[in-house]
């Protein structure tokens, strides 16, 4: 019967333990993403709202950029469009496009679109494109699920959408997520 009790009592200390651990490894996430946000996001490759309004016309944008500014080699679209074939990218109003590994540089392309992006069956507001370089492969996991968590959130998501230039994608991801400096 005390084993009972003692049960009943560490139940709720575990829980509030178990809480504070996942505060903290989103607080984490969340320090890593503001640290490396301008080592991985760029105005060069950012659009808002951009003419093109179907997927694979976006990807070759955002590749064809990357392949410019030598982020990416000659066969990184390729081998998007492959990715893309063999499973949708999209979620409720983002598709996260990611090619581990094969980037000469860790970047992140952003097409944002007010009037949406034809994805699939879906239409979807925000599309990041990966391209990780494999020495960034360990950091860029906390980060992506940073960005994850963040743009999972409806308000950031409402918000986002009204982001007509790099400046205010920064800013709002600055002010949209928290982290305590120890």
């Given at each position: 019967r005390s084993v009972q009790y003692h049960h009943l009592i560490l139940n709720p200390v575990f829980h509030i333990f178990n809480n504070?651990?996942?505060?903290?490894?989103?607080?984490q996430k969340n320090f890593i993403l503001?640290?490396?946000?301008?080592?991985?996001f760029s105005e060069e490759l950012f659009l808002a709202n951009p003419l093109e309004n179907e997927k694979n016309a976006v990807l070759h944008r955002l590749c064809e950029r990357m392949v410019e500014l030598e982020?990416?080699?000659?066969?990184?679209?390729?081998?998007?469009?492959?990715?893309?074939?063999?499973a949708s990218t999209a979620f409720v109003n983002i598709a996260y496009t990611s090619m581990e590994m094969e980037?000469?540089?860790?970047?992140?392309?952003v097409v944002i679109s007010k009037k949406g992006?034809?994805?699939?069956?879906q239409c979807i507001?925000?599309?990041?494109?990966?391209?990780?370089?494999?020495?960034?492969?360990r950091i860029f996991h906390d980060l992506y699920e940073a960005l994850v968590i963040l743009f999972s959130n409806d308000k950031v998501m409402e918000l986002?959408?009204?982001?007509?230039?790099?400046s205010d994608f920064e800013k709002l991801i600055y002010s949209s997520i928290s982290y305590h400096e120890e």
């Open positions: 504070v651990l996942k505060t903290l490894k989103i607080n503001k640290k490396n946000f301008n080592d991985f982020y990416v080699t000659s066969d990184f679209e390729e081998n998007v469009l492959v990715r893309e074939k063999a980037a000469l540089k860790t970047c992140i392309g992006i034809r994805w699939d069956q507001h925000l599309v990041l494109l990966v391209a990780i370089n494999k020495v960034d492969k986002v959408s009204k982001c007509t230039s790099f």
